[in-house]
């Protein structure tokens, strides 16, 4: 026991000190196990395929495509618009907004999907952001414990008691205290945020320095002259290469992109696929062309060719989402200035080779404060001109090795790079949905239908590909858990467990089991303070269960107590993802949280330890 205990101080040192990974930590802590004879082989990597571990993988996919496909963003849009100009509103929203997508998905991933929404939301309603940053992180932590899935913390109790033979929680068992915790939540934060987080500085969005897709868009008038046409069976361009055609020469059109229907027999992936205008795409039927030029050249060239054109009456403009029509998942655009020892400087547009060697099309020029955005095709280069071009993202991407040439400005590679597929939203939302009910009503066990869940995001075309995917893995979390969930087979094991349990029990055990809650309560509480909210509910939830059956009395309030101590753990920056994602971003110190953070960590206790037992008896 002693090996164990003093392996256990050493991470807890580690993980306070954050001089090594916490994923480092915990895999060094188990080789120590294994090494020390303290743990089999077989023992130590047990955490590897645990039930939670597994879960968490897959909730970590699900998630992600949540992100990609824009469904989350849609939603906080629509309910954060509701708050206007009013502050209390804009308050409240953001809480009851943050915890209920927290419920259901990573509260990491809450906090950064809503925290450059809600600064901007923040700046209209001439607030501070930092006002409402700090309830963004509390909320996605209040709202994780409404549900099995919301937090790790809950999913290991719901492990700990299954393996235990009391039985698996259900999707919903933590609904009641969930609410409790939110309600509270927002009673308490509304009064310390007024007076503690209102911070009257000015918030710099360092994105500000380069433009988004949306701003070349409206920059450089792509909508505004946007059409497109569908190519008929009796069409004349069937089977007729780009390059063969030459509409730019004929017609002083551009053809942007060729969207077609999808040839994959997955019933999930039905949405046009986005294809780049290469010189030799050859044209099938059914192909959508997006045109950019004259509607009257647009007309000409559709009624040559027998091509139906559709949105006759506008072209397809964008109103208040600039990216609502331009898809830009596959293809992009960015801007290029001209360096004045280019090759390029004084060489006509068609005589540039952009095409033919960088696959990329020049969609408009800036010169000083003038756009030319028509009859690009023998319109000399100069330098210092700003070249918007389109292609295809990674085509985009190897602009970046030119140098000598142009320079690269903005940031819309590493935009483009995380572009939603919003048009994927409702197939995400579907499996979402599928899966809560899944687990709802135990049609399989709850792992099984977040791996079902997470398996079908993938093959539906929520994510570009497989990669991506696995990119919403938080590895580093995954292997912390895997790598301390054996911690507590070590402590049970060498009889540690039942030793802290003893000496909990005797000093609170004969006060009652209030007090003995109390006490497992503040103890999980405080060591939250200094290490994650996981590996301390991995390490607390067997003693929680060895003293719940040491004074005779129902383990399910007991470790409730740990899951609910370990994820409301606010004074802190550092005790849980959330809070330290903010902290920059709102320009808070260490004692903010202490002054806004505490007061809530404490008084959630207080309410704790009387609400449990009444939900839970003993």
């Known amino acids: 026991m002693i090996i164990t205990l003093v392996i256990l101080a050493l991470s807890i040192i580690f993980f306070i000190s954050g001089k090594i990974r916490s994923d480092i930590v915990a895999l060094c802590a188990l080789l120590f196990l294994m090494v020390f004879g303290v743990l089999t082989p077989q023992e130590a990597l047990s955490g590897f395929s645990n039930n939670v571990v597994i879960m968490m993988i897959g909730l970590f996919v699900v998630g992600g495509a949540i992100f990609q496909t824009g469904l989350a963003k849609t939603i906080s849009d629509k309910i954060i618009s509701l708050a206007g100009e009013s502050k209390t509103k804009l308050f409240f929203l953001i809480m009851l907004l943050t915890s209920s997508i927290g419920a259901f998905v990573s509260n990491t991933g809450t906090v950064a999907l809503l925290m450059p929404i809600v600064i901007s939301v923040a700046i209209g309603a001439k607030a501070s952001p930092s006002r409402f940053l700090m309830p963004l992180a509390f909320a996605s932590s209040l709202g994780g414990m409404m549900t099995l899935i919301g937090t790790p913390p809950n999913l290991v109790i719901s492990n700990t008691l299954k393996d235990s033979g009391f039985g698996e929680l259900s999707f919903f068992t933590f609904l009641p205290v969930g609410i409790i915790c939110v309600v509270v939540g927002m009673i308490v934060l509304y009064p310390l945020s007024k007076y503690f987080l209102s911070k009257d500085n000015k918030h710099n969005d360092n994105e500000n320095s380069g433009k988004s897709l949306g701003d070349l868009v409206d920059e450089y008038q792509l909508s505004q002259n946007l059409y497109r046409v569908k190519v008929k069976e009796d069409s004349l361009l069937i089977e007729n290469r780009l390059s063969e055609l030459n509409i730019p020469q004929n017609y002083q059109i551009d053809v942007l992109e060729i969207r077609r229907k999808s040839q994959d027999k997955n019933p999930f992936k039905k949405a046009p696929l986005q294809t780049f205008a290469k010189a030799t795409t050859i044209i099938e039927v059914d192909d959508i062309l997006y045109l950019k030029g004259n509607l009257e050249n647009v007309v000409e060239f559709a009624k040559e060719y027998n091509l139906e054109l559709e949105h006759t009456d506008r072209p397809e403009r964008i109103n208040h989402d600039p990216l609502a029509d331009l898809r830009f998942d596959s293809i992009g655009i960015t801007e290029l200035v001209l360096m004045s020892s280019s090759k390029l400087v004084n060489k006509k547009i068609k005589d540039s080779g952009f095409r033919e060697k960088y696959h990329v099309n020049i969609l408009g020029i800036q010169r000083s404060d003038k756009y030319i ?24 991407a190897l602009l970046n090795d030119e140098q000598a040439d142009w320079l690269v400005l903005g940031k819309t590679i590493e935009e483009g790079s995380k572009l939603k597929l919003n048009y994927k939203a409702p197939v995400a939302a579907t499996i979402m949905i599928l899966m809560v009910l899944a687990m709802v009503f135990n049609i399989v066990p ?25 990119k919403t893995i938080n590895w580093e979390s995954i292997v912390l858990i895997a790598a301390m969930l054996p911690m507590s087979i070590a402590i049970e094991k060498t009889g540690g467990a039942a030793a802290f349990s003893e000496l909990i029990v005797d000093v609170a055990g004969g006060s009652g089991p209030y007090v003995v809650l109390a006490a497992v309560y503040f103890a999980t509480s405080l060591l939250t303070m200094f290490i994650s909210n996981t590996a301390t509910a991995v390490l607390f939830a067997p003693i929680a269960l060895q003293i719940a059956l040491t004074i005779g009395v129902s383990p399910i309030p007991m470790l409730f107590a740990v899951a609910v101590s370990a994820s409301m753990c606010f004074a802190s920056p550092f005790s849980t993802p959330p809070n330290a994602l903010v902290m920059s971003a709102g320009r808070y110190t260490f004692m903010d949280y202490v002054k806004v953070g505490l007061p809530l960590q404490l008084i959630l206790g207080i309410i704790m330890i009387f609400v449990l037992p009444m939900i839970f008896p003993f």
């Open 446 to 470: 709850s792992v099984t239908a977040v791996m079902i869940a997470a398996v079908l995001m993938v093959l539906s075309g929520c994510f570009t590909n497989v990669e991506a995917a696995y």
């Open 373 to 396: 955005l028509q009859d690009l095709k023998d319109e000399r280069m100069h330098s210092g001109d700003v070249l918007l071009v389109q292609g295809q993202w990674k085509d985009i």
